[in-house]
Every structure is written in structure tokens, then in C-alpha cells.
């Protein structure tokens, strides 16, 4: 169980370093909020946060959200990761985690050896993946999100699917199928709207979520040498 904590804290972490756009809109469905992106900022902190009682509050991730126009606004959000939660609307980031689901069923089916029910599973993955994905591609195409949005969306995907897979699946083709059909999405979309360039964003945003360079190029797909470019670029 620590194993797929640390998995999916890995995972949630690259998630929400997305948009703020984005970070917006959950942030409003998550707590009722009404927000205008426009109008504030978002920061995410480490997981712990020291209240004006000096008592230290402890989550998953912490948001501060600052009024732009009044420097002195701040608002704190604390998120503890749910996974029973549902997705509503305007939760676009959390669409990749209905993959998870999944695991309860298939760690039983591994513990009982049922070799046809883990084969069902892994096509019910798979389908649930395109669906996924394409829900993405119509959220990216709608300008509901932004490019790097879309990018981190199809890339957890890949990673639940490799995670399910390499832990209970055990598809030699499973995850190949899943990184064409994403590449599919994605690449005529990078031509289009050069969201390459977000790749650096990205990369600084979870060096500065305390995550090492071989964990950013994993979830990233960015080479490792390429990601070393980066934060040599920017350390220096």
C-alpha cells in the first residue's frame, strides 16, 4: 500500500502542476468557492502549513490563493487525496484518476489468479484510457483547458495505465496501445499550438514539488538529459 501511495501522490502532484486556469476551476468545485481566474493567483505549498496558533495543519497539498488586486487576500485550501470523490464539473484535472478505480478489482483478481478476469479488466483499461483521453482532447479543443493541461492529462493516463499494468495486468501490449493512442491526440496539437514550449514550466514546477529528475522524465516522457538541461539552465 505505501507503494501506490507514493505512486499516486507522484502522479497527483504532476497533475496539479497545470494551469491556473485549470487549478481555478477545481478549486471552485472542490470547496464552492467562486474564484475568477482573472482575478487571483494560485501557489501551491509543501504539506504542511503553520497556522497564526502556530498549530501545524497537514494534507496532501496545500493552495494559496492571493487577490490580485488586494495584496494583502489570501485564502488557504487543503486537499487530502479521495479517491471515492466524484468527478464533477469543472474537476478536469481528476478525469485521468477514474483509471484507479480499477485496482480494487483487479488486486483481487491477481489474488485469486483469475487469469480471464485480469484479461477482461485489461480491455475495460484500455477502453477506459481512449475514453479518458478523448474526454481530454474535447476539454482542450473547447478551450476549457490549455495546452499543458491536455499534455499532463494524456501523461498520467499512460502512467495509471503502466502502473495497473506492471502491478496486476501484465499486457505486453497494453501500454504500447495507450502511448500510440495518446501520441495520436497529442501531436498534431503540439504542431498547432506549440506547447512544446510548456515542457520547462513543467519540469521546474515538479523539481520544485521535490521530485527527482529521473521521476520528472518518467512522468514526463522528457528524455533525462533533457530534463538536466533545464534545471541547469535555471540553477545557474
Given at each position: 500500500?505505501?507503494?501506490?501511495?507514493?505512486?499516486?501522490?507522484?502522479?497527483?502532484?504532476?497533475?496539479?502542476?497545470?494551469?491556473?486556469?485549470?487549478?481555478?476551476?477545481?478549486?471552485?468545485?472542490?470547496?464552492?468557492?467562486?474564484?475568477?481566474?482573472?482575478?487571483?493567483?494560485?501557489?501551491?505549498?509543501?504539506?504542511?502549513?503553520?497556522?497564526?496558533?502556530?498549530?501545524?495543519?497537514?494534507?496532501?497539498?496545500?493552495?494559496?490563493?492571493?487577490?490580485?488586486?488586494?495584496?494583502?487576500?489570501?485564502?488557504?485550501?487543503?486537499?487530502?487525496?479521495?479517491?471515492?470523490?466524484?468527478?464533477?464539473?469543472?474537476?478536469?484535472?481528476?478525469?485521468?484518476?477514474?483509471?484507479?478505480?480499477?485496482?480494487?478489482?483487479?488486486?483481487?483478481?491477481?489474488?485469486?489468479?483469475?487469469?480471464?478476469?485480469?484479461?477482461?479488466l485489461s480491455i475495460v483499461?484500455?477502453?477506459?484510457?481512449?475514453?479518458?483521453?478523448?474526454?481530454?482532447?474535447?476539454?482542450?479543443?473547447?478551450?476549457?483547458?490549455?495546452?499543458?493541461?491536455?499534455?499532463?492529462?494524456?501523461?498520467?493516463?499512460?502512467?495509471?495505465?503502466?502502473?495497473?499494468?506492471?502491478?496486476?495486468?501484465?499486457?505486453?501490449?497494453?501500454?504500447?496501445?495507450?502511448?500510440?493512442?495518446?501520441?495520436?491526440?497529442?501531436?498534431?496539437?503540439?504542431?498547432?499550438?506549440?506547447?512544446?514550449?510548456?515542457?520547462?514550466?513543467?519540469?521546474?514546477?515538479?523539481?520544485?514539488?521535490?521530485?527527482?529528475?529521473?521521476?520528472?522524465?518518467?512522468?514526463?516522457?522528457?528524455?533525462?538529459?533533457?530534463?538536466?538541461?533545464?534545471?541547469?539552465?535555471?540553477?545557474?
Amino acid at each position: 500500500m505505501k507503494q501506490e501511495k507514493v505512486k499516486l501522490d507522484e502522479i497527483l502532484k504532476f497533475l496539479f502542476n497545470s494551469s491556473e486556469k485549470v487549478l481555478v476551476k477545481l478549486l471552485n468545485s472542490m470547496f464552492d468557492e467562486n474564484f475568477k481566474e482573472d482575478e487571483v493567483s494560485v501557489t501551491i505549498t509543501n504539506s504542511e502549513f503553520v497556522e497564526d496558533t502556530l498549530e501545524i495543519l497537514r494534507g496532501d497539498m496545500f493552495f494559496k490563493i492571493f487577490d490580485k488586486a488586494n495584496k494583502d487576500f489570501e485564502k488557504h485550501k487543503i486537499i487530502t487525496w479521495n479517491f471515492r470523490r466524484k468527478i464533477e464539473k469543472k474537476m478536469y484535472l481528476l478525469i485521468p484518476l477514474q483509471l484507479f478505480n480499477l485496482r480494487k478489482k483487479l488486486h483481487s483478481a491477481k489474488k485469486k489468479n483469475d487469469i480471464n478476469t485480469i484479461k477482461e479488466l485489461s480491455i475495460v483499461a484500455r477502453n477506459l484510457a481512449e475514453k479518458l483521453a478523448n474526454e481530454s482532447k474535447e476539454l482542450f479543443d473547447q478551450d476549457e483547458i490549455l495546452g499543458e493541461d491536455f499534455h499532463s492529462m494524456l501523461l498520467a493516463i499512460q502512467n495509471l495505465i503502466e502502473y495497473l499494468n506492471r502491478n496486476y495486468i501484465d499486457d505486453e501490449n497494453l501500454e504500447e496501445e495507450v502511448n500510440i493512442m495518446t501520441k495520436s491526440l497529442y501531436d498534431p496539437e503540439v504542431e498547432k499550438k506549440g506547447i512544446e514550449k510548456g515542457y520547462e514550466e513543467i519540469v521546474l514546477n515538479m523539481l520544485g514539488e521535490g521530485l527527482d529528475e529521473a521521476t520528472i522524465s518518467k512522468f514526463t516522457k522528457i528524455d533525462i538529459q533533457k530534463v538536466k538541461e533545464i534545471i541547469k539552465k535555471h540553477l545557474n
